[in-house]
């Protein structure tokens, strides 16, 4: 069974660091790219970060943009993302997502987590 599991969300103040998680099962995820994705209360999902398939940088929305990083662990079949410099707007549930397109970052992701929410607040 494809699976793939967000952890490393919770509570943080201003200003504070997270690492989320996304573990993959089933699969090799060094061989998809995968892209995190928030949604805020309220507000519709947003792409946040994302990583073609063996690739080792990756994109990122304008927002978080020098604040968070995407990087693979293969070992561990994982991607992480690591966010620095929180603020109160990065409060979200954060998804993280795979799709086998071997050359970019696809508009659409076939295999989704369940999410793990982040809170920035003092």
């Known amino acids: 069974q494809l699976q793939l599991v967000e952890s490393g969300g919770g509570l943080v103040q201003p200003g504070g660091s997270l690492r989320l998680s996304c573990t993959a099962s089933?699969?090799?995820?060094?061989?998809?790219?995968v892209g995190w994705f928030r949604q805020a209360p309220g507000k519709e999902r947003e792409g946040v970060s994302c990583?073609?398939?063996?690739?080792?940088?990756?994109s990122y929305a304008h927002s978080v943009e020098g604040r968070f990083t995407i990087s693979r662990d293969n070992a561990n079949n994982a991607v992480y993302l690591q966010m620095n410099s929180l603020e109160p707007e990065d409060t979200a549930v954060y998804y993280c997502?795979?799709?086998?397109?071997?050359?970019?970052?696809?508009?659409?992701?076939?295999?989704w987590g369940q999410g793990t929410r982040v809170t920035v607040s003092s």
């Open positions: 997502a795979a799709d086998s397109e071997r050359y970019t970052c696809p508009a659409v992701y076939e295999y």
């Open positions: 089933g699969f090799t995820l060094e061989d998809y790219a």
């Open positions: 990583i073609s398939a063996n690739a080792n940088s990756g």
